[in-house]
């Protein structure tokens, strides 16, 4: 997972696993650095690199900080592409704003992973926001984060942010406070990864939404949501939640850095029923700046699934527990031979 290949452009491409395939370059002879992650078996998707920033590994995961060609700056966790320069906006905005604009007065927010630091800079957007607590087990991810992607230096110096290191279950579970809103910012579950327990139906059940204030909202990322690609862990991640909360709205967008579509959900006891106007308007309202990819009418198209997304989610048994679990294609770093 996530190679990194030479290319001479004249049929070869070879990385530390030997000879890839063949390359039938139309321009000439071209030496170039190329980046590939294995999506799926029999599928990989590669571009260019610039050059290779950092690649390193935490105790929990291997990191790396690649300058493509076509994305710019991009963060690579466990093999797997976690935010690239030029669309990671699409896929904050879409974790973030949804959530906090379908609560009537969010104060006290609570990040579940989040240590790039993005998901923080759009939470601390919104006006009512007074606190956001931004928990990560990983201390060498946030502080490389810290370091590197001067795009959050505003709001990793932001005082409401308070950066606690530690397991999300854990922390919630030893605090006291509550929240109005919880975010799920966490990894992708992949097998021996560091984060598939939380996305079990005993974790939403026991420990977040006890954390949660009346008329809480929580959300998650929930892993590729494609025509193919949304039976991996979206449709169980939703019927997981259904279990669990009143009201579960999913929403997918594409990010072209990813491959493919992606996939949120978001879930409260309390109606998630805002139109396009009134998200308008609350967005008008409450949040510093323009949003570069979600307004109203975005998020109206973002929760209208496919057919065959929408048939998929409404037959869907399976419920995510520990011992039933379900994975992207993949494998974490305590799992790899």
Request: proline share 0%; net charge negative; no cysteine.
């Given at each position: 997972m996530g190679d990194i290949a030479f290319s001479n452009g004249n049929g070869i491409t070879a990385n530390g696993n030997g000879v890839n395939g063949k390359n039938h370059s139309l321009n000439g002879y071209r030496k170039s650095c190329w980046?590939?992650?294995?999506?799926?078996e029999n599928l990989r998707w590669c571009f260019a690199l610039k050059s290779i920033l950092y690649t390193g590994a935490s105790q929990y995961q291997d990191i790396a900080l690649l300058d493509t060609k076509p994305f710019g700056k991009a963060l690579v966790i466990d093999g797997k592409l976690q935010s690239a320069e030029i669309d990671e906006f699409i896929y904050h905005e879409c974790l973030v704003h949804p959530a906090l604009l379908h609560h009537p007065n969010p104060k006290n927010i609570f990040i579940m992973g989040g240590g790039e630091g993005s998901t923080a800079r759009e939470l601390l957007r919104h006006k009512t926001v007074d606190k956001v607590v931004m928990c990560d087990i990983d201390e060498e991810v946030v502080e490389f984060c810290k370091s590197h992607l001067l795009v959050n230096k505003e709001a990793f110096h932001d005082p409401r942010l308070e950066i606690i290191i530690n397991d999300a279950r854990a922390e919630l579970e030893a605090s006291k406070e509550s929240y109005d809103v919880i975010v799920g910012d966490l990894a992708d579950p992949i097998e021996g990864g560091p984060c598939y327990k939380l996305y079990t139906k005993s974790f939403y059940e026991f420990t977040v939404k006890p954390k949660m204030k009346?008329?809480?909202v929580f959300v998650t990322q929930a892993g590729p949501a494609g025509i193919f690609s949304h039976t991996e862990v979206f449709s169980c991640i939703y019927n997981t939640l259904r279990q669990v909360f009143k009201y579960v709205v999913p929403y997918s967008a594409h990010i072209p850095s990813y491959a493919d579509i992606w996939g949120w959900v978001m879930a409260s006891d309390s109606p998630i029923n805002l139109s396009a106007e009134d998200l308008d308007l609350r967005m008008k309202q409450r949040i510093k700046g323009e949003n570069?990819?979600?307004?109203?009418?975005?998020f109206s198209s973002a929760s209208t699934l496919s057919k065959t997304v929408r048939?998929?989610?409404?037959?869907?048994?399976?419920?995510?527990?520990?011992?039933?679990?379900r994975f992207i294609y993949g494998h974490g770093k305590h799992n790899q031979a």
């Open positions: 980046y590939e992650e294995e999506i799926e009346q008329g809480g570069r990819y979600l307004d109203g009418k975005t048939n998929s989610l409404h037959s869907e048994t399976h419920v995510y527990t520990e011992g039933a679990e």
